[in-house]
């Protein structure tokens, strides 16, 4: 599926909705379980989430800040540290004025059951990330332009968009790089894996 670009604003008036919430088509483009999406906040807003359903959303500030609580966890998001709300725990977003965000919505079944894939076994745990994405760092660099790329092939509507085999690929990559770039609970076996077959 591929959506159309669009940018929301975000009122004042307390009223905004999270970038997966249905009822505001915010899309800039999907593919397959992965959703991009682009938020511009005129104002201070605050926002409690307690159900993400089944996503993982990955805030990029692409100007401004916000200051993140993930559970037992509080710092600020910035142009170098993104952060990532994941299903199932409670989270406390204050955003502040002229905060511009890039936003990544990441299914979770795809993302358990690519990871048992990649493992061999069926998971032990759900699949929890570290809350603090350092954009820095050369694995996100990489998994980031990925993303973009993929940006960048729905927007202009290039010929891989039309083909469901390639796209179907290129949304493992995203997952794949994403699994092995940012820290979680499955990292020591990804990374034991990896030198396994090396």
Not at 23 to 35: F, K, S
Not at 71 to 99: K, N
Not at 148 to 154: I, S
Request: hydrophobic share 40%; no cysteine; net charge negative.
């Amino acid at each position: 599926m591929v959506t159309v670009i669009a940018t929301v604003q975000i009122a004042s008036d307390g009223q905004s909705a999270l970038p997966f919430d249905r009822l505001e088509p915010v899309h800039l483009a999907t593919a397959g379980t992965i959703g991009v999406y682009y938020f511009d906040y005129g104002t201070d807003a605050r926002m409690n989430s307690d159900d993400l359903g089944d996503f993982y959303v990955v805030q990029i500030p692409l100007s401004g800040t916000a200051r993140i609580t993930s559970g037992a966890e509080e710092f600020d998001s910035t142009m170098s540290i993104a952060s990532i709300l994941q299903p199932g725990r409670s989270a406390t977003m204050q955003w502040h004025e002229g905060q511009s965000q890039l936003i990544i919505r990441l299914a979770r079944r795809s993302l358990e059951e690519h990871l048992q894939e990649i493992l061999g076994s069926p998971l032990s745990e759900p699949l929890r990330f570290e809350p603090q994405m350092e954009l820095g760092r050369p694995a996100i660099r990489g998994w980031r332009e990925a993303v973009e790329l993929l940006e960048h092939e729905v927007a202009n509507h290039t010929a891989i968009t039309a083909d469901s085999a390639a796209m179907e690929e290129f949304e493992l990559i995203v997952l794949s790089q994403f699994l092995s770039a940012q820290p979680n609970n499955y990292s020591a076996r990804l990374r034991g894996l990896a030198q396994s077959l090396t």
